[in-house]
């Protein structure tokens, strides 16, 4: 069968968050929206993106004893991000993540950040 490409897989609703927002009202976004990562905004046209997931928060705030109401977004996000184009195969997706150790790419078109693919989304339809 024809090797599908990020666009087909991605899901297309990012969330997103100001990176001055404290990593309490990430939690509470994250939960509202029932998603386990969110897209950091960039600053300006020239900065890049930021992200951030769950698992950044269990380890940088939790597990380290800070405040969530005190800790920035940017303190503890990713950045850069890494992005792949919406024709991207799944397989470089794949290799792409393998290669990084991370479990998502997020999906650039040239302008913006479209969508994003987890492992669990190339897992899926495998």
């Known amino acids: ?43 300006s046209q020239t900065d890049t993106w930021g992200f951030m997931t769950q698992t950044d928060i269990i380890e940088k705030v939790i597990a380290a004893g800070r ?20 024709s991207c195969s799944l397989q470089d997706c794949a290799a792409l993540m393998a290669r990084a150790d991370i479990r998502r790419v997020l999906v650039f078109d040239g302008q913006d950040i479209v969508g994003i693919v987890s492992s669990s989304d190339i897992f899926n339809v495998t």
């Open 67 to 86: 405040d969530p109401e005190s800790v920035q977004v940017h303190e503890i996000m990713t950045k850069p991000v890494i992005t792949v184009p919406p």
């Open 1 to 43: 069968k024809a090797m599908r490409t990020a666009a087909e897989v991605m899901t297309k609703h990012v969330v997103d968050i100001e990176p001055t927002a404290t990593v309490a009202e990430a939690i509470d976004k994250m939960k509202q929206w029932n998603v386990s990562s969110l897209l950091v905004q960039r600053k």
